[in-house]
DNA sequence: ACGTATGATTTAAG
DNA sequence: CTTAAATCATACGT
């Protein structure tokens, strides 16, 4: 029996028929030949239920095989590559951030996209050289695990008759079963080559702007967070998910966002009251009741019944003025003064960012993201020194 | 055709 | 790693 489970994990196993007991045909003869013919046909029932066998299977087959025979090999193969990309890549980037300050631009384009394509040449590269070590194999085992079964059926032929068309059905099974696999190695690697091709074009690929609803609820999310616009993973991942596009997208977005804002609040004042509106509203309808208990002790708190406004400059304008008592309201709604006065808040940030000099600590705390903006760039921005900002225009 | 808006990338700092 | 800031490259409105 022991000889029995020696020839059964040798048929197996991909790995073990490639090794050793092709390898060493003599062994192989030496133990069917007292085999009694009993363990032959279970020998046979196990070749043929390999081609039972599911695709699944055939993948740890695979497995298998990578793991044992050319391994070796095949990783120094991959090491080498990898290494070269490597050198490549880290030289082309030595090369961009030295002439990055005495070269123009377009030279650095060109650099890019150039290594862009000798990175997606070298991996298509590695991926056809991958497939076609794998495909050698496959092939090597076929013929091999054939010539193992032919010798085996020979040896039996010795003992009882064995047709020739039984040995034909054999070997056809087999390499059904072989090019199976091949098929799936091919399938395989056209997906690898596709989704490479596909990144490859990506990257070329012209920008496109969010779509509207998206680009809405990052803004919502922007003005209803001004006070600390930075959203944690979650709320990233969330946001991502809301309008179908990627958490590093959002990073982008929200660091596009908040830089563009803070060097132009101005600019922003028209959007920061739409979005303002928007979310009261949408508190008010959340929280409509207790915002009302709060009120007697803020009367003011009303006012932004103004930003509805269609004309926001005036909006603008009218908070500006309101600013002083706006101020002192403020504070006492710390916790909800983002979602139910977002542009009251707002307002005043910039007050306190065009020198204006009326803030509470509190207010200070709460922008602190905008600390370092320079004062000069909000007041007069760069370039042309006009008199103020968009003061003027609105 | 041009200027502006905007998403992405790069660089440097922490 | 994340971020601010600068910059790039393209989309888009005029």
New binding site residues.
């Given amino acids: 029996m022991d000889d029995q489970t020696r020839m059964l994990t040798g048929l197996t196993g991909l790995s073990g028929l490639a090794q050793a007991d092709v390898g060493d045909p003599d062994a192989v003869r030496k133990q069917s030949l007292g085999q009694p013919q009993q363990d032959i046909g279970d020998i046979l029932q196990q070749i043929m239920a390999i081609t039972d066998e599911s695709l699944d299977e055939a993948q740890a087959r695979k497995h298998a095989l990578n793991c044992h025979r050319m391994k070796p090999a095949l990783f120094s193969v991959l090491c080498e590559i990898k290494e070269k990309t490597g050198c490549v890549r880290a030289r082309e980037?030595r090369r961009?951030?030295r002439r990055?300050?005495s070269c123009?631009?377009?030279w650095?384009?060109?650099d890019?996209?150039q290594h862009r394509a000798l990175d997606y040449r070298a991996k298509l590269a590695q991926i056809r050289q991958i497939y076609h070590s794998e495909l050698e194999k496959y092939e090597q085992a076929c013929s091999e695990f054939t010539n193992h079964v032919m010798n085996l059926l020979r040896e039996q032929s010795r003992t009882r008759p064995i047709s020739p068309k039984e040995i034909e059905r054999m070997v056809a099974i087999i390499h059904r079963k072989f090019s199976s696999i091949q098929m799936q190695l091919k399938q395989s690697t056209c997906e690898a080559v596709m989704i490479l091709r596909s990144r490859f074009l990506d990257?070329?690929?012209?920008?496109?702007?969010?779509n509207k609803q998206?680009?809405e609820v990052?803004n919502e999310y922007f003005y209803s967070h001004l006070s600390n616009?930075?959203?944690?993973?979650e709320a990233?991942e969330e946001l991502a998910k809301k309008c179908g596009?990627?958490?590093?997208?959002?990073?982008?977005?929200?660091?596009?966002?908040?830089?563009?804002y803070?060097?132009?609040i101005g600019?922003f004042q028209e959007?920061a009251n739409l979005y303002a509106v928007k979310t009261a509203v949408d508190a008010a309808n959340v929280s409509a009741q207790a915002s009302q208990a709060n009120s007697p002790a803020t009367p003011n708190s009303g006012s932004p019944g103004s930003f509805t406004l269609s004309h926001s400059g005036d909006t603008y304008l009218g908070l500006r003025s309101l600013n002083g008592e706006a101020l002192n309201i403020a504070p006492s709604l710390q916790p909800q003064v983002d979602t139910l006065h977002p542009a009251t808040h707002l307002t005043a940030g910039y007050e306190e960012l065009s020198g204006s000099a009326l803030y509470t600590p509190h207010r200070l705390d709460a922008n602190s993201?905008?600390d370092?903006?320079?004062t000069s760039?909000v007041t007069s921005p760069?370039g042309p020194p006009s008199s103020d900002h968009s003061d003027t225009s609105n």
């Fill in positions: 980037r961009l951030s990055g300050s123009s631009s377009s650095r384009l060109a890019r996209q990257a070329r690929r012209k920008r496109r702007n969010f998206a680009t990052l616009p930075y959203p944690s993973e990233k596009i990627t958490v590093s997208q959002v990073s982008n977005w929200f660091g596009n966002k908040r830089i563009r803070k060097k132009n600019k959007e993201w905008q370092t903006t320079n760039s760069p």
